[in-house]
């Protein structure tokens, strides 16, 4: 599916994929984070945004290697970066991954202009 912006694609992502008061994990400051929120606040989930360095976005800073979250905390995973070795770990067994990281088997792919994300 082609989209032309982020906000869009995740809506799209939250219609089919979340559940309502799924736990989400967004990866990767960007500008929209906020109208990302407001997408999953109305369907009752909770968002929690990430990055490697601050951000007047980004509720939680994180290294490259750890995730201060425990095993199985996330329903749904939206990463804007390269995925981070502890996604696996944290995603709930019947979670979904959005990444931009190249997935064989993905389940679906979207892309915004040359920029392709896969959901697993």
């Known amino acids: 599916m082609e989209f032309t912006n982020l906000v869009e694609m995740?809506?799209?992502?939250?219609?089919?994929?979340?559940?309502?008061?799924?736990?989400?994990l967004v990866y990767g400051n960007v500008d929209e984070i906020e109208l990302i929120k407001h997408q999953f606040k109305f369907i009752t989930s909770e968002v929690v945004s990430m990055d490697t360095s601050p951000g007047k976005n980004v509720d939680i800073v994180v290294s490259e290697n750890y995730l201060p979250f425990e095993s199985h905390s996330f329903d749904l995973i939206i990463s804007f970066k390269n995925e981070h070795s502890e996604f696996k770990r944290v995603l709930k067994p019947n979670g979904k991954l959005l990444t931009t990281n190249l997935v064989i088997d993905a389940l679906e792919m979207y892309s915004i202009g040359n920029q392709s994300f896969y959901v697993t």
């Open 10 to 24: 995740v809506q799209v992502f939250a219609n089919e994929y979340c559940e309502p008061a799924s736990t989400i």
